[in-house]
Every structure is written in C-alpha cells, then in structure tokens.
C-alpha cells in the first residue's frame, strides 16, 4: 500500500500592517514594527508587509542625506531580523538603503534570521507634497539584479555578506511575491502586470499615500483594478497619521483578490498599529486568470522575473478548515466625515508629540473659529472612544498631557474643558451677536472660555504713534482715509495675536498645570489663496486644522457636526454673514462683509483656486473657460473678465503671506500652501499687462461676433488707462463712466509738494482717483502694447505701497 503523500496547501493568510510612525523615531518606530508582527502572528499570518520607510519614518526629508539615517535603518533592522517573533514568517520593512553611492527606497524581505531581497522603488513621486528624487534614485534596471554589499553588524548577525538587490520576486514553495512601493501603483506602466504575466500570484505595495477630501476612493479603485485586470492577489498598506509635517496619511489598507476588496483598515482612528489579515485561495488565483484566454497568450511571451528562492511555505497542508476571506463592501466617508475625523486625529498627533498640554483657540463666534473647535470637539470624542475600546497608549498619552496620572476620560465635553481653552477678543467693533455665538458654541462644546477686551490694548499702541507723529488716524466711517482705515483694522488683529500668545503660555500656569498650549490658527483655504488676511493676525499660530479645507465644504461640516454632535448654535453660526469686525458698527449692525471686502463670493473664490491649480489655468486660461462655466450667472464676458483679473491682482500682491503662512493640515488639492505644495513667486507684476492684454482681445472678439460688427480696436466704456503702469478694466468700486462720457485718466500715486493744490503725498489712492482735474485737453491713451487691460481701483504698480488685509494697495 502506498503511502499518505501530502498535499501541498491551498489557503494563505496574509497580514498588511497600517502604522502610525513619526519621522526620525527609530525607538517608538521599530516598536511599532514588532507590535505589528507580533499581532500578524496572532492572528495566523505567515506574511506581513507594512508602510513605506516605516522604520525611519517617511518624512525625513533631507535627513535622507545623512549618513545616520541609513546607519540607524540598519540597527533597526537587525533588531527586528534577530527578534523570536520574527521566526517562521516571510517579512518585509521599508527603509531607505545605499548601494553603490546611490540612495533607493527599499523593501527588505528576509525569513528566519536571513535577507532573501533587497527591493528598491522604482518609479519616485513628485507630485503634490511629494519631492522623492530630491533624496532617492528610482531602480531603472528591469528584471536586473546586483550583488549588495551588506554591513558589517548584519553580515556578523547572519552570516551573508551580500544578497540581491533590485527587480525580481520571491519564490516560495507554494506561490511568489513580487513588489511595487507606492507611486508604481499610480504609474501608468505599473509594476504589476508584468509580473502577473510572469507568474506572481501575490502583488504587494508599501505605501505613504496622504489624505485629500474625497480622495479615498482612488486607492482602493486601485488596487481593485490591479488585481481584476492582472488576476492574483493584491495587498496595499499604508501609512496613517502625521509624522512630523502637515499632511495626514491616509490608512485604508487593504487586500483586494481577483477584483474584489477581502479586508480594509480604517481610514481614520487613533490607533497607532492596525493589522489587516484576510485568508486568500491560491487556485483561485489560477482559475481566474487561466479563464482570461488573451492574457495566458501575452503570458506565454512575456520575459521571467528573476526569482529568488526561499524553502518556506506560506500556505498550510491542513488548511481546509480554515476559512476564506470573503467581498467586503467599502463605504466611504463622505466629505464632512473627513472633516470632523481627519483633522482631528492630525491635531491628536500633533499634540501629543509637541509635548504640549492642550490648545488655545481665539474664537469669535464665525464659521472658520467655530469649525477649529468643533473639530478640537472631535478629536476629543475619538480620545474617549478609543479608551472605552480598550487603547492603553491613548490613555498613557492623555494622562501624559494632562499632566495627571490617574485621569481617565469618560466624557468628551469635560476632555474638553481641560484640553482646549477659547476666549472671544472682542472690541469696540464687536457685535453682541458673535459674543453670544462664541459664548453658546463654547458651553456647548465644553471648552474652558474666556471673553476679554482688547480696546485698552490697541489704545495703548495708537497712544505710542501719536506720541510720536502727532497724528492720530481714523476709520473710514469717521473721515479716515483708506490707508488709516486698514491700518486700524491690521492692529486689531495683530493685538489678537500677541494676546492669543500670552494666554497660550501662561494659561495652564494659572489653572495650576504644567507647560503650556498651542495656538490654533482658523484661516481656511479660500481666505489664504485670496490673501484676505492680516499678516501675522490671528491667522498666525502653531498650528492651523482647517488651513486647507474651503469656505463651502466648512459650512457643510458644521452642518454635518449639528446633528452628529448635537450642537444646536451652529444654525445661527452658518447663517451669519461672514465678517472680520474690524471696522466700527453701524447703528449696532454689521457695516463690513468679508466677501463686500474680497470683491469676490466664497463660491467664486473656491472656482478660481481649482482652475488655478488643479486645472493649471493662468488669468487668460481662467477667462477663457469661465466664459463657458459661468455664462448662465454673469451678465457679460466683461463681468467674467473682471472678475478673473481682479482675482489675479489680488492673489499676486498677497502672494508674499503664504511664505509665512501657518503649517495647516493638507486637505484640499487647490491649497496654495507655499511651503512644499504650490511652489510660486511670492513677487509678481501684478499688473499681469500681457496677459489681461490677452484677456481684452478675447473680449473684444467677443463682443464683435455678438454684435456682428468688426473690432474699432477698443471700447472707451470698458477700459480704463493709467498713467505710468496702466489702467484697468472696472471691478471691485472704481469710478464708473457717467454720463455716456469717457473716463478721467487716473494720476500717479503720489506726488511732489503742492501738486493737487498743496496735497501731501500722504494722500490716498481713493482720494486721488476720484478728483477732478479738469484736463480735458490732455488725451491719457496709451499705446495698444503698454495697456494693462487690469483693473479699477487703483494704480497697478503696488511696489513700495502698503498693502492691507485684502490686498488692496493703498
């Protein structure tokens, strides 16, 4: 009788790691890892992979240039190599290696105390916040490897002194695994075909992919088409969290077979290690794509992948009783969900590893304050959920902020009277509506608040100029020229400021805890694109949650935050106009608008900054397609005309606030973040002549083949000409035409003593360009080539002119 032969196993169960890891944290990072492992083996995975330079962290940045990075990667690794945990599973890490003077982003795969493959990436990301060959070199030898030379600690520990290093796959008893790293995915000759085609059955990506609202969709779209259209097995981890800049890696590691996601990770959570696992049937694999008749023929033809072979079995003889990971559906959070949970968990990070003990919030009762601290809200109602779930690192973070070591939170609202400290600025130009928002969102939130008066303090400052000068300037309402008007306003908020300072350091002293809080900035995307803030104002903190979400999408997550978090004042905060305060009251009403002040809606603003840079669009681009986009809600290819060059003007003299701009959570892909996202001048012409010239002949050829005559050349009613940089074409409260008659040019800016009838060069634009000079015998026209086709309000040059809150020279 013969004997029993043993069947080789069918089933495999994989574990993909999702990790919180923070740059430079070789300790807490290596920590991670094992926890990973040890956890994978739990759960009876022969195979884990995890995140992308998970053991240094991804943003090390130009750390990458040094030689310790790569000395302590290695240290790590042989920790992890040598560890018991790490025995009779096939594992692979991200760490950045040197071969031969030239830096790669690797996998290292190794088994049993042995490397098997030394990996690198072979397609560098640098789009978006990405700057990969800044510090790597991509693998460009396909189906090529080297002999790498191994130092010195781990040749001793394992006894090899080189292994193979680039583009092949591992081979195991029972199937093979090839690789890809993150922007493979993306790229369009992605990785894994060929190797499908050449027999790996097990496609594996380590990534660093960030969060962007209503993003999560791609990767997952991904990797479900990878393995749909190539057959096999498809496993994504990912990173989750902030380590150390402003992005939020965005989780949602997943396996997807054949086509259909089998296990996901969550996209959002505390956590700092998640481990995935899902049982995959190989001979499904091979069913699938033996069924696909025109791949099995490229697959007859397509070149091998260089295998390396390792006697390990991932499957198990006795594994009919184990069972298979089944579809799992994928419901995405919608844009208000990532909204109250992103942030939120960026902002826990933050904290946590600042060594701060809470935040501090200058709130004023409107829309962007208000979501900075429902989200604050947020994060504490994660805090106490994942302590109920049984989290001992959330609750040794939080007794170590609070300073306390024996606290246990059980209530989000008292979280949040001890984490987070609000305190409405108000002034003489406050209204007691926006008191009484502020003071109602506060109660009902739970945060620890404070209203003080900041009159005495600006008083203060003004007393100081006028001691000097002798001048005492006023707002506009009380005769005040433009340029008094904002400078009022601009001390006012960078009162603010300074306040929002002293409390942040001194207010845990006075509550009787150590250290101090951070600043929370409240300044969204719209305002910092359009540049409608005051430098270093309130928009200047440690940290901004909401830098990078738009106007609209934050009144649909107060929205969304009413109901989920039971916040009933939030109706009245979305309902009000938004306004800065900063000018005096009228008759106790509101008499200033923040989009009266922009010249432009918070819709219209959210269009020009995804034309900007998503659709890549410059101001006769931007012109060009919004004629089409806005035809049904403009009256006039002039109206959409003026309002991209007023745009544009505006954008290119506040340029200069976005160098220092506060570091704010990465949400939206139009954010103009000049740090490392939008990378433009911060000094431009702003009169932008040759291209608003670009933008009147369009207009012009407009306006002829809607009225079916020929072009005179120019339209006196629709331009306007300036003496020195040229005119512009009206928007934002220019002097209109009256009468039918041609417009007055506008005189330079300043001018010598006794021009104007004795007038200093202290005069306001707005003054200037609305006297009447009487030189009607002076003909102003310049040139064809030398108009700007700009703008209405004032002179085009701003250079060596001051500059205010909305960007407006004056």
Not at 277 to 282: H, R
Not at 635 to 648: N, R, Y
Request: overall charge neutral; aromatic content about 8%.
């Amino acid at each position: 009788m013969l004997p029993k032969r043993r069947k080789m196993g069918r089933k495999v169960t994989v574990a993909v790691a999702t990790l919180n890891q923070w740059a430079l944290d070789f300790e807490g990072n290596m920590s991670r890892i094992m926890e990973s492992i040890v956890e994978a083996r739990e759960l009876g995975a022969t195979y884990r992979t995890g995140p992308e330079l998970e053991v240094c962290g991804y943003s090390c940045e130009d750390h990458f240039h040094e030689s310790d990075t790569y000395l302590h990667s290695w240290e790590v690794l042989l920790e992890i190599l040598m560890s018991p945990h790490c025995q009779n599973m096939l594992i692979d890490v991200g760490m950045p290696v040197q071969h031969r003077n030239v830096a790669y982003n690797c996998r290292v795969v190794f088994h049993n105390k042995r490397i098997l493959l030394v990996r690198p990436k072979m397609a560098n990301c640098d789009d978006g916040n990405y700057r990969e060959t800044r510090w790597f070199t991509a693998w460009v030898k396909e189906r090529q490897t080297e002999e790498y030379y191994l130092p010195r600690m781990i040749a001793n520990a394992t006894g090899q002194h080189t292994v193979p290093i680039g583009d092949a796959a591992i081979a195991t008893r029972d199937t093979c695994l090839g690789y890809e790293i993150c922007e493979e995915l993306w790229n369009p000759r992605s990785t894994h075909i060929d190797m499908s085609l050449s027999g790996v059955e097990i496609m594996v990506n380590s990534s660093g992919s960030y969060m962007e609202l209503r993003k999560a969709y791609i990767t997952t779209d991904l990797i479900r088409n990878a393995s749909y259209k190539a057959g096999g097995a498809y496993l994504f981890s990912n990173l989750r969290g902030c380590d150390g800049q402003r992005v939020y890696f965005n989780g949602c590691s997943a396996v997807a077979l054949n086509g259909q996601i089998i296990a996901r990770g969550k996209q959002f959570a505390l956590e700092d290690v998640e481990v995935t696992t899902a049982t995959i049937d190989l001979e499904d694999i091979r069913s699938y794509r033996v069924a696909l008749r025109s791949r099995c023929s490229v697959a007859a033809a397509t070149p091998t992948y260089p295998r390396v072979n390792v006697d390990f079995e991932l499957s198990h003889p006795s594994d009919l009783s184990i069972p298979q990971s089944a579809p799992t559906e994928w419901i995405k959070h919608s844009p208000e969900e990532e909204i109250a949970l992103g942030p939120a968990c960026w902002l826990w990070d933050y904290l946590r590893r600042s060594g701060q003990g809470g935040f501090f919030l200058p709130l004023s009762g409107g829309v962007d304050s208000s979501s900075t601290a429902i989200i604050v809200h947020s994060m504490c109602r994660q805090v106490v959920k994942s302590i109920m779930l049984g989290d001992v690192q959330v609750l040794h973070d939080i007794r170590k902020i609070l300073a306390d070591p024996d606290f246990t939170p059980d209530n989000p609202a008292a979280l949040c009277n001890r984490l987070l400290v609000t305190c409405y600025m108000g002034s003489e130009n406050s209204s007691k509506e926006t008191r009484q928002r502020a003071t109602t969102l506060a109660s009902q939130i739970g945060s620890y608040h404070l209203e003080i008066n900041i009159d005495g303090a600006v008083s203060a400052l003004l007393t100081i100029f006028n001691l000097v000068t002798g001048m005492k300037p006023q707002f506009k309402a009380q005769g005040g020229c433009p340029r008094q008007n904002l400078a009022l306003q601009n001390i006012q908020a960078r009162t603010r400021m300074v306040l929002s300072y002293l409390f942040a350091q001194l207010m845990l002293w006075v509550r009787n805890r150590p250290g101090g809080l951070l600043v929370l900035g409240s300044a969204n995307v719209d305002e910092a694109l359009r540049g409608y803030m005051t430098k270093y104002d309130c928009s200047s903190a440690d940290v901004n949650p909401i830098g990078g979400i738009s106007k609209a999408d934050l009144k649909r997550f107060l929205l969304f935050a009413k109901d989920k978090f039971k916040l009933p004042v939030v109706s009245e905060i979305v309902t009000a106009p938004p306004t800065a305060e900063l000018e005096p009251l009228h008759e106790g009403a509101l008499a200033q608008t923040d989009e009266e002040d922009m010249g432009m809606t918070y819709a219209e603003l959210s269009e020009f900054g995804r034309l900007r840079k998503q659709a890549y669009c410059g101001p006769y681009s931007m012109f060009c397609k919004l004629l089409s986009m806005w035809k049904d809600t403009c009256s006039s290819p002039q109206v959409v005309a003026d309002k991209v060059k007023h745009f544009f003007r505006c954008y290119a003299i506040n340029r200069h606030k976005m160098t220092v701009l506060t570091p704010a959570y990465h949400a939206e892909s139009y954010s103009p973040d000049d740090n490392r996202f939008d990378h433009r001048p911060f000094l431009y012409r702003a009169n932008w002549s040759w291209q608003f010239k670009c933008i009147d002949e369009e207009l012009e050829r407009c306006q002829s083949s809607s009225t079916g005559a020929p072009s005179s050349g120019g339209d006196d009613k629709n331009k306007r000409y300036d003496v020195g940089s040229g005119g512009r074409s009206g928007s934002g409260g220019s002097p209109k035409s009256t009468g039918g008659g041609t417009e007055k040019g506008s005189l330079p800016l300043f001018f010598s003593d006794g021009a104007l009838g004795g007038m200093s060069s202290g005069g306001s634009a707005h003054q200037l360009t609305n006297i009447s000079l009487g030189y009607g015998q002076i003909d102003l026209k310049l040139p064809k080539s030398h108009s700007s086709g700009g703008y209405s309000k004032m002179h085009s040059s701003v250079m060596g002119k001051i500059k205010d809150r909305t960007g407006v020279p004056v």
